[in-house]
């Protein structure tokens, strides 16, 4: 029996995907460097020229001026090599958490996308040591504060640039160790950074994309999901699923929350005999839940866009135009698509865990849950006083969902001028990302609170007989059955809620086609 192995991922002059980048972060599919001859011609043609230029002792910022507001010092040509190593020196500087080692590989991906656009003065040689970076899963531990997002993400990606040069440490094999022993073991020797080369590597927005890529998928999978715990909550609350009808939604027509609405009328089998109903109109946490996820699944097609433009675009300064033989500076380090991108995320997560929160709190009250049990809890009458079934997990759903509501404020609006004033306007696209992955994360604590609930609910119902369960709901609960069955006595609940967030970011469940 044969395995498929995955068609690698080509690096080059055809755009990547956000899936793409996912992909690599997470070692599903090999990396590979475009290699025609052609096209390794195009990316030498570029750091011949700046070679040429240097002959003729041409001024290129970075290359023979200082960086930032020292653009007006004059490096010697007998110190234009040092230049390079000298800017991932004074940059090693990065505080915080170290990214994870799916974030570093989505990192190197987005760098090494960027510069095979052509356009940024580096050689082949750079390329293929990068990919081969990705390919042996050599990581740079790179510290995740210390960006403003412009000029690129310098400090983090100076990690990147020093690694590849040997200095500074990698995670390779498990194991924390020193660039210069990893470079030694694969038989590798360091690349000392050309003119151009250390600024290319790092002024840049690789980090805040990567980041960025990763957040996209991991709320596309939670609109899913989301959907998917609020039809189990229709069938636990016993709601109106006529507040989904086709008909309805096409007098409002926007594609996403018709799309949900859509999505929920499968869930809930609705073309198929249902019990009478109880009430007209539901609370808002059901009755307008696609009109909240609609909002995000109306979102990201306008977040792809952002986020894949950046991740396609050369983005360091200066540009290398080998062609028509000039150096074009200009300002495409700055982050600002990336930053408003995860800005609006960010906003729109965090309603994603203000609508789950809302229907967790409505499952285990008995003034609104239509005749469940206190809390959800399935104990049995002669001990029913003493059990408290998701009680405290609602108190931490509130929780989570006040933190990924506090922290809506967008980073961007709070540029800062930096470095001299050179650095006066800034994206904070870095900081967003970063924001953006800690809402998601409590966001999706939320969404395993709430789907274990509405797990307990629909069990409940089923306990007692009186409801009709919907085909599509019935077999969710049959998946989830396996890992976390229901409530009877209290038990502690935490694991099940790790384990449930591992399977949500593992994507475990298949939601909608």
């Given at each position: 029996?044969?395995?498929?192995?995955p068609?690698?991922?080509?690096?080059?002059?055809?755009?990547?995907s956000?899936?793409?980048?996912?992909?690599?972060?997470?070692?599903?599919?090999?990396?590979?460097?475009?290699?025609?001859?052609?096209?390794?011609?195009?990316?030498?043609?570029?750091?011949?020229?700046?070679?040429?230029?240097?002959?003729?002792?041409?001024?290129?910022?970075?290359?023979?001026?200082?960086?930032?507001?020292?653009?007006?010092?004059?490096?010697?040509?007998?110190?234009?090599?040092?230049?390079?190593?000298h800017?991932?020196?004074?940059?090693?500087?990065?505080?915080?958490?170290?990214?994870?080692?799916?974030?570093?590989?989505?990192?190197?991906?987005?760098?090494?996308?960027?510069?095979?656009?052509?356009?940024?003065?580096?050689?082949?040689?750079?390329?293929?040591?990068?990919?081969?970076?990705?390919?042996?899963?050599v990581?740079p531990?790179?510290?995740?504060?210390?960006?403003?997002?412009?000029?690129?993400?310098?400090?983090?990606?100076?990690?990147?640039?020093?690694?590849?040069?040997?200095?500074?440490?990698?995670?390779?094999?498990?194991?924390?160790?020193?660039?210069?022993?990893?470079?030694?073991?694969?038989?590798?020797?360091?690349?000392?950074?050309?003119?151009?080369?250390?600024?290319?590597?790092?002024?840049?927005?690789?980090?805040?994309?990567?980041?960025?890529?990763?957040?996209?998928?991991?709320?596309?999978?939670?609109?899913?999901?989301?959907?998917?715990?609020?039809?189990?909550?229709?069938?636990?609350?016993?709601?109106?699923?006529?507040?989904?009808?086709?008909?309805?939604?096409?007098a409002?027509?926007?594609?996403?929350?018709?799309?949900?609405?859509?999505?929920?009328?499968?869930d809930?089998?609705?073309?198929?005999?249902?019990?009478?109903?109880?009430?007209?109109?539901?609370?808002?946490?059901l009755?307008?839940?696609?009109?909240?996820?609609?909002?995000?699944?109306?979102?990201?097609?306008l977040?792809?866009?952002?986020?894949?433009?950046?991740?396609?675009?050369?983005?360091?300064?200066?540009?290398?135009?080998?062609?028509?033989?000039?150096?074009?500076?200009?300002?495409?380090?700055?982050?600002?698509?990336?930053?408003?991108?995860?800005?609006?995320?960010?906003?729109?997560?965090?309603?994603?865990?203000?609508?789950?929160?809302?229907?967790?709190?409505?499952?285990?009250?008995?003034?609104?849950?239509?005749?469940?049990?206190?809390?959800?809890?399935?104990?049995?009458?002669?001990?029913?006083?003493?059990?408290?079934?998701?009680?405290?997990?609602?108190?931490?759903?509130?929780?989570?969902?006040?933190?990924a509501?506090?922290?809506?404020?967008?980073?961007?609006?709070?540029?800062?001028?930096?470095?001299?004033?050179?650095?006066?306007?800034?994206?904070?696209?870095?900081?967003?990302?970063?924001?953006?992955?800690?809402?998601?994360?409590?966001?999706?604590?939320?969404?395993?609170?709430?789907?274990?609930?509405?797990?307990?609910?629909?069990?409940?119902r089923?306990?007692?007989?009186?409801?009709?369960?919907?085909?599509p709901?019935?077999?969710?609960?049959?998946?989830?059955?396996?890992?976390?069955?229901?409530?009877?006595?209290?038990?502690?609940?935490?694991?099940?809620?790790?384990?449930?967030?591992?399977?949500?970011?593992?994507?475990?469940?298949?939601?909608?086609?």
């Amino acid at each position: 029996m044969t395995t498929h192995q995955p068609d690698p991922i080509v690096f080059g002059e055809r755009p990547l995907s956000i899936e793409q980048v996912v992909a690599l972060a997470n070692r599903s599919a090999p990396p590979r460097l475009q290699s025609d001859a052609a096209y390794r011609e195009k990316i030498a043609k570029g750091a011949r020229f700046l070679d040429s230029l240097l002959d003729k002792e041409g001024v290129i910022y970075g290359v023979t001026t200082g960086y930032g507001d020292s653009c007006v010092v004059a490096v010697p040509l007998h110190q234009v090599e040092a230049l390079p190593r000298h800017l991932y020196t004074f940059h090693g500087c990065g505080l915080g958490q170290l990214l994870d080692e799916a974030s570093t590989r989505a990192v190197l991906a987005a760098r090494l996308q960027s510069l095979c656009q052509g356009v940024s003065g580096v050689r082949v040689e750079l390329l293929e040591r990068l990919q081969a970076f990705l390919e042996y899963d050599v990581l740079p531990l790179i510290p995740e504060e210390g960006s403003v997002g412009a000029s690129g993400d310098l400090t983090p990606l100076s990690y990147v640039a020093a690694t590849l040069s040997g200095e500074r440490e990698v995670m390779f094999k498990g194991e924390r160790r020193s660039a210069a022993d990893v470079h030694k073991e694969l038989g590798w020797t360091p690349l000392t950074l050309r003119p151009k080369e250390a600024l290319a590597l790092m002024n840049g927005t690789a980090v805040m994309t990567a980041l960025a890529c990763q957040a996209y998928a991991r709320a596309d999978y939670l609109l899913r999901l989301a959907t998917r715990i609020t039809a189990l909550n229709v069938v636990a609350l016993e709601g109106n699923p006529e507040h989904f009808d086709e008909r309805l939604f096409a007098a409002k027509p926007h594609p996403g929350q018709t799309q949900v609405a859509a999505w929920l009328r499968q869930d809930l089998a609705i073309d198929a005999p249902t019990a009478p109903l109880h009430r007209l109109q539901d609370r808002y946490s059901l009755r307008c839940a696609p009109h909240v996820l609609g909002v995000l699944a109306d979102s990201l097609g306008l977040l792809r866009q952002f986020i894949e433009t950046e991740l396609n675009s050369a983005n360091d300064n200066p540009l290398i135009d080998a062609e028509a033989e000039r150096v074009l500076h200009g300002g495409h380090f700055y982050g600002g698509h990336i930053a408003f991108a995860m800005d609006s995320l960010k906003n729109l997560v965090g309603n994603v865990a203000d609508l789950l929160d809302r229907q967790l709190a409505l499952l285990v009250d008995t003034r609104y849950n239509h005749g469940l049990p206190s809390n959800l809890s399935g104990a049995p009458s002669v001990n029913a006083m003493i059990n408290h079934g998701f009680k405290a997990v609602q108190i931490g759903a509130s929780a989570w969902t006040a933190e990924a509501l506090k922290n809506t404020l967008p980073a961007s609006v709070f540029s800062r001028s930096t470095e001299c004033h050179n650095q006066d306007k800034v994206s904070m696209g870095t900081i967003a990302a970063r924001d953006a992955l800690r809402s998601l994360e409590l966001t999706e604590q939320v969404a395993a609170a709430t789907l274990l609930a509405a797990n307990q609910g629909v069990w409940l119902r089923q306990r007692d007989g009186k409801v009709h369960i919907p085909a599509p709901v019935a077999a969710m609960r049959e998946t989830l059955a396996a890992d976390f069955p229901p409530v009877i006595e209290d038990r502690a609940l935490e694991a099940e809620l790790r384990l449930c967030l591992v399977r949500i970011r593992e994507q475990h469940w298949s939601l909608y086609a």
